[in-house]
């Protein structure tokens, strides 16, 4: 369930204040209203027939463009899906997650993570956060993250 825009807006302005980082899913059209931010690093998703996200001037931006299949549930998936996995989210891709948040300078307070809908792939980007850097998180918030995405950033 994406958070509305008063409770992003009050994380957005009210970091935990105990030093760690907190990060966030939501969807394309709420990243495009987000003004620049100094302690804000956005990693945008979007989908591999979509133009990029018109984004504030942020300094750190990953911009990754994946298809949202549940890749590793092959023996389920409907035609449609299928036919995404040639454009499903790749190693490659997790790495370069990884390299971005690890370079992230320590006044990023917030990682805003943004797909098209808010509630699968950005939210299993967020998940993967917490569990790999302790970033905090809304877990009632995430509840319908891409499994697939998931697994392949934290190996489990």
């Known amino acids: 369930m994406p958070l509305s825009s008063r409770t992003l807006f ?8 105990d030093g760690t980082r907190q990060a966030i899913a939501l969807s394309r059209s709420e990243a495009e209203k987000i003004p620049f931010l100094d302690t804000v690093a956005i990693i945008s998703i979007t989908a591999p027939e979509k133009s990029p996200a ?3 001037a ?3 931006i990953l911009r990754l463009s994946f298809a949202d299949v ?6 389920n998936l409907s035609k449609r899906a299928e036919a995404r996995l040639k454009k499903a989210f790749t190693q490659e891709q997790a790495r370069q997650v990884k390299v971005f948040v690890e370079s ?3 006044g ?15 939210c299993a980007i967020v998940l993967a956060l ?6 905090v998180v809304d877990h009632g ?3 319908e993250a891409n499994p697939s995405v998931l697994k392949l950033m934290t190996g489990r």
């Open 70 to 75: 549940d890749f590793l549930a092959t023996a």
């Open 108 to 122: 990023i307070r917030t990682i805003l993570v943004h797909c098209e809908g808010g509630f699968s792939r950005s």
């Open 58 to 60: 942020f300094s750190h």
């Open 104 to 106: 992230l300078p320590s």
């Open 54 to 56: 018109e984004l504030a």
């Open 10 to 17: 009050s994380r957005l302005y009210a970091p935990p204040v």
């Open 141 to 143: 918030q995430l509840s």
């Open 130 to 135: 917490n569990e790999l850097y302790g970033c």
